[in-house]
T-cell receptor, first 112, second 118 residues
Framework: EAQVTQNPRYLITVTGKKLTVTCSQN?????MSWYRQDPGLGLRQIYY???????DKGDVPEGYKVSRKEKRNFPLILESPSPNQTSLYFC???????????FGSGTRLTVV | AQKVTQAQTEISVVEKEDVTLDCVYE???????LFWYKQPPSGELVFLIR??????QNEISGRYSWNFQKSTSSFNFTITASQVVDSAVYFC???????????????FGPGTRLSVLP
C-alpha cells in the first residue's frame, strides 16, 4: 500500500531532551515536507526537500532540523525541544510539483 | 508571497443542507495550483482535488463541486445535500509552479471546521 509512515504517533517529552520523529514513504517520491498544525493557524511548513541531500526552510524552521540521506526517509529532529513546539506534526510526500501531497497520519508531540 | 484565506472559521449546517466553503488566495505567479484537503475527526489529511491556474472549468464529483474564479482569486468548495460524515476541517492550499527556483512552497489556509448536524 502506498503510504507515508511517521513514528511515533504520540510523544510526550521534557524540555531540552533531543528527539527525532521519523518519516518514510514507499512511493519513490522526490519531494517531502514537514508541517506543523496548530489551532487557528492551519498547517505551516517547517522544512521541505526536493531530493536526496537537498533541503530548504519553510515558513517556521526555527528549532528544527531535517536530513534527507535516502530518498524514502525524511526525519525531523528537535535538538532542544521547547513547550512552544507542542503541536501536531505531519510528514508528506509528492512525486512532483504538480501533485498534491500525500500525508502521514500525524505525530502529536507534547513538550512539558 | 503566497497567501490563502479561509474567512469562515466554523460553519454548522443541518443534514441535507448545501454548504459552500470559501477560499481566497494571493499569488504573483501566473501558473499555480490549488488544492482542497479534508481532515476528519480521526485527524488524517485527505486529498480532495487539484486545480491548475489555466483550468477554470468547474468540477463536480458526486456531492462535491468546486468553483474556480481567477478574476476574484477564489476557489470555493460546495457540498450538496450535506451528510454527517462530511463533518471535518477543510483546508484550501496553494502551490507555486516550478520556476527558476524550486518553487516548492505549498501554503495552506487556516481551515474551516464544518459541523453537519443530524
Amino acid at each position: 500500500e502506498a503510504q507515508v509512515t511517521q513514528n511515533p504517533r504520540y510523544l510526550i517529552t521534557v524540555t531540552g531532551k533531543k528527539l527525532t520523529v521519523t518519516c518514510s514513504q514507499n512511493m519513490n517520491h522526490e519531494y517531502m515536507s514537514w508541517y506543523r498544525q496548530d489551532p487557528g493557524l492551519g498547517l505551516r511548513q517547517i522544512y521541505y526537500s526536493m531530493n536526496v541531500e537537498v533541503t530548504d526552510k519553510g515558513d517556521v524552521p526555527e528549532g528544527y532540523k531535517v536530513s534527507r540521506k535516502e530518498k524514502r526517509n525524511f526525519p525531523l529532529i528537535l535538538e532542544s525541544p521547547s513547550p512552544n513546539q507542542t503541536s501536531l506534526y505531519f510528514c508528506a510526500s509528492r512525486h512532483n510539483l504538480l501533485d498534491g501531497y500525500t500525508f502521514g497520519s500525524g505525530t502529536r508531540l507534547t513538550v512539558v | 508571497a503566497q497567501k490563502v484565506t479561509q474567512a469562515q472559521t466554523e460553519i454548522s449546517v443541518v443534514e441535507k443542507e448545501d454548504v459552500t466553503l470559501d477560499c481566497v488566495y494571493e499569488t504573483r505567479d501566473t501558473t499555480y495550483y490549488l488544492f482542497w484537503y479534508k481532515q476528519p475527526p480521526s485527524g488524517e489529511l485527505v486529498f480532495l482535488i487539484r486545480r491548475n491556474s489555466f483550468d477554470e472549468q468547474n468540477e463536480i464529483s458526486g456531492r462535491y463541486s468546486w468553483n474556480f474564479q481567477k478574476s476574484t482569486s477564489s476557489f470555493n468548495f460546495t457540498i450538496t445535500a450535506s451528510q454527517v460524515v462530511d463533518s471535518a476541517v477543510y483546508f484550501c492550499a496553494l502551490s507555486e509552479a516550478p520556476g527558476l527556483g524550486y518553487g516548492q512552497n505549498f501554503v495552506f489556509g487556516p481551515g474551516t471546521r464544518l459541523s453537519v448536524l443530524p
